[in-house]
């Protein structure tokens, strides 16, 4: 009776199964799901942090717009190749965008504060959050990163 040959299966763990997922071209999809949904989580965020400032400039409004905006372009490249690679990364560049306009936002608020960058522990504490808006930016950088990597076929 002849030998039956026993293919072995290799099984990946931890990092190397991400390496193989982005070699594959799984990690796109993956990526802009999480670019989705962390753009409507931040973007909630923001809504109440501004809030509490009584949206005192306009310019705090568009964070919070752009929020579902990312959330609906991450779900395109999802499902749909040819968004994924326009739609996406457009959107992902003005978030990022806004992002790194927030920070000068923010610094400018530490700056108005009385003490300016001189009290600038108690303006960090008291005053907007310097380092917030690049939250967003990354949200952004997710996105326009998930418009990089190859699609799976």
């Known amino acids: 009776m002849a030998k039956k040959s026993v293919k072995a299966v290799e099984v990946v763990h931890g990092i190397d199964r991400l390496v193989r997922n982005v070699r594959t071209g799984r990690f796109e999809r993956s990526l802009a799901a999480l670019t989705a949904g962390g753009a409507l989580a931040v973007s909630a965020e923001i809504f109440f942090e501004h809030d509490s400032a009584s949206y005192g400039n306009k310019w705090m409004w568009v964070p919070v717009v752009l929020g579902p905006i990312g959330a609906v372009a991450g779900v395109a490249g999802v499902v749909n190749h040819r968004a994924a690679k326009t739609v996406l990364p457009l959107v992902s560049a003005?978030?990022?965008?806004?992002?790194?306009?927030?920070?000068?936002?923010?610094?400018?608020?530490?700056?108005?504060?009385?003490?300016?960058?001189?009290?600038?522990?108690?303006?960090?504490?008291?005053?907007?959050?310097?380092?917030?808006?690049?939250?967003?930016?990354?949200?952004?950088?997710?996105?326009?990163?998930?418009?990089?990597?190859?699609?799976?076929?």
């Open 94 to 153: 003005t978030i990022v965008a806004n992002g790194l306009q927030g920070v000068w936002f923010h610094g400018r608020g530490i700056k108005q504060k009385p003490g300016g960058w001189k009290n600038f522990r108690y303006n960090m504490e008291m005053g907007p959050p310097l380092m917030a808006p690049l939250l967003v930016t990354l949200v952004g950088g997710m996105g326009l990163l998930a418009a990089i990597l190859r699609r799976e076929k």
